[in-house]
């Protein structure tokens, strides 16, 4: 491996899928070509990541600079880095890397990069569309946080032993990362009681989806008169 902090140089480099190039994200190592960085013929171009020391969120490192290229964003997949995510940023000459994401809040702030979050609005409890959804339970429902939408719990009832239960049904996103969902149904609006809620299936949806089916456990022939809540938490970083 190339020692801390070198440059590999070369003329120009003709990347083809199946070829892997491997960085240091702390290192400072980098491939510097006087020439083109050239995509080609075979799909799959991949990087090889890690980290020797801990990097934080908004990290930007550089990881190639060109003459030019014809190599797009889209084109790049990478491996390793585990507990970060990041996105690939490909300018007229040069390859940087930007993370987006650490540790047990990775995969929110890599949504809401990826949404086009503003920074100011990107926080957990914020809501950047007015829509009375906060950033958070956008993400986990999948929802796009720039564009006015609805909260998605439809009710229903499930019926157990002969008994009927209130129920909702929602669609919530399978990667939360950190990021924990819970419904909460209380007996008034205050929610200052509640009653416990039971996750009845959990069924697989299109588009990294699921559909989530959770009952009270209190029948309606006790408590006819049942109002759900759905909360997300951020878990501290």
């Known amino acids: 491996g190339a020692a801390p ?16 190039l491997a960085f240091d994200l702390a290192s400072g190592n980098q491939l510097v070509l006087t020439g083109p960085l050239t ?7 991949r ?35 585990a507990g970060y995510r990041g996105v690939f940023l490909v300018g007229p000459t040069s390859l940087q890397f ?9 995969e929110y702030t890599h ?5 086009g979050l503003p920074a100011d609005q990107s926080g957990a409890d914020q ?13 986990a429902l999948g929802h796009d946080p720039l564009r006015a939408s609805v909260l998605g719990l439809t009710p229903t ?16 996103r399978v990667e939360l990362g950190g990021v924990t969902t819970e419904i909460l149904i209380a007996p008034n609006l205050a929610f200052d009681a509640r009653f416990d809620p039971v996750e009845v299936s959990v069924t ?34």
């Open 157 to 172: 009832v499930v019926s157990v032993d002969g008994r009927s239960y209130p129920a909702v049904t929602f669609a919530r």
């Open 204 to 237: 697989a949806l299109a588009d990294g989806m699921e559909q989530v089916l959770v009952r009270s456990a209190v029948p309606l022939a006790r408590e006819p008169r049942q109002f759900f809540r759905l909360a997300a938490t951020l878990p501290a970083n």
């Open 39 to 45: 995509k080609g013929p075979l799909p799959g171009q």
């Open 127 to 139: 809501d950047a569309d007015r829509d009375g959804i906060s950033n958070l339970l956008e993400f």
């Open 111 to 115: 949504w809401a990069h990826l949404a």
């Open 98 to 106: 930007l993370v987006t994401g650490v540790g047990a809040t990775a």
């Open 47 to 81: 990087l090889l990541l890690s980290t020797s020391t801990p990097l934080a969120h908004g990290t930007l490192v550089t990881l190639a600079s060109f003459a030019s290229t014809d190599l797009t964003a889209a084109d790049l997949a990478y491996a390793g880095l």
């Open 5 to 20: 902090g070198s440059i590999l140089t070369g003329e120009s480099l003709v990347w083809d899928g199946g070829g892997q």
